[in-house]
């Protein structure tokens, strides 16, 4: 079964150190994969996304994710954190190319310290 | 950047009664979504809809959900009799035509609390 798995609940970095994410994820076919940020209250926004193409991919805020397919990983990365990347980090997939359906992971919390 | 509107942002119901979630999606979008959080964790596909019908849907969408699409701007959740493990953040979500591997643009939520 199509699936995404974010194996760390809670990340704590300090400020300036690099930052990594945790997603693997189990499709058949091409994956398609996702990251998105939501803050309190608000709200999924979207950092970035792999399609095909370059292993590493750049988004928002200077977050990139690295695709690996013998590992089926999609980590997100930071090299510098900052305070206000704080908040709730989810990996997507969707299932196929022929679906519409895009599957969330169960989050990690992103918690910079000063 | 265009958002996507959800109303209200807060839903208190008692059990049993229905409940309409309304969301406004992007205007020249045409892929629609209705996703649910609990408690600020794993955030779960309900339901996508494209040309005013369902295109997939989960294995919590069942007979007491429906979504409708009236008059060409909103887009509806209704629950027919509400649970109490209904009560979550209920999140719409719309994209383009351009490819499902679009970004999905949500809006900010609806807390649905059933008493």
């Known amino acids: 079964a199509q699936s995404v798995a974010q194996p760390e609940d809670q990340v704590n970095v300090a400020e300036g150190n690099p930052l990594t994410v945790k997603c693997t994820y189990s499709?058949?076919?091409?994956?398609?994969l996702f990251w998105y940020v939501q803050y309190p209250n608000r709200g999924l926004q979207f950092l970035l996304k792999?399609?095909?193409?370059?292993?590493l991919v750049k988004g928002s805020y200077g977050f990139e994710a690295e695709f690996n397919k013998s590992q089926t990983s999609f980590h997100l990365k930071k090299p510098s954190a900052l305070v206000s990347d704080s908040a709730l980090y989810f990996c997507?997939?969707?299932?196929?190319?022929?679906?519409?359906?895009?599957?969330f992971g169960s989050g990690t919390r992103l918690s910079i310290r000063p | 950047e265009p958002e996507v509107t959800q109303t209200p942002s807060h839903q208190v119901t008692q059990m049993g009664q229905e409940v309409i979630l309304r969301c406004v999606p992007i205007?020249?979008?045409?892929?629609f979504y209705w996703y649910r959080q609990i408690l600020g964790q794993k955030v779960e596909f309900l339901v996508s809809?494209?040309?005013?019908?369902?295109?997939?849907k989960s294995e919590i969408f069942d007979d007491q959900f429906s979504v409708e699409r009236p008059d060409g701007s909103n887009f509806t959740l209704k629950i027919r009799s509400t649970k109490l493990e209904d009560s979550a953040m209920y999140f719409c979500?719309?994209?383009?035509?351009?490819?499902?591997?679009?970004?999905?643009?949500f809006g900010s939520g609806t807390q649905l609390s059933v008493l």
């Open positions: 792999y399609i095909t193409g370059d292993n």
């Open positions: 979500a719309s994209t383009t035509r351009a490819g499902y591997n679009e970004k999905l643009f």
């Open positions: 997507a997939v969707r299932v196929s190319s022929s679906a519409s359906k895009i599957i």
């Open positions: 809809f494209y040309n005013n019908e369902i295109s997939e």
């Open positions: 205007s020249n979008h045409l892929y």
């Open positions: 499709v058949s076919g091409n994956p398609y």
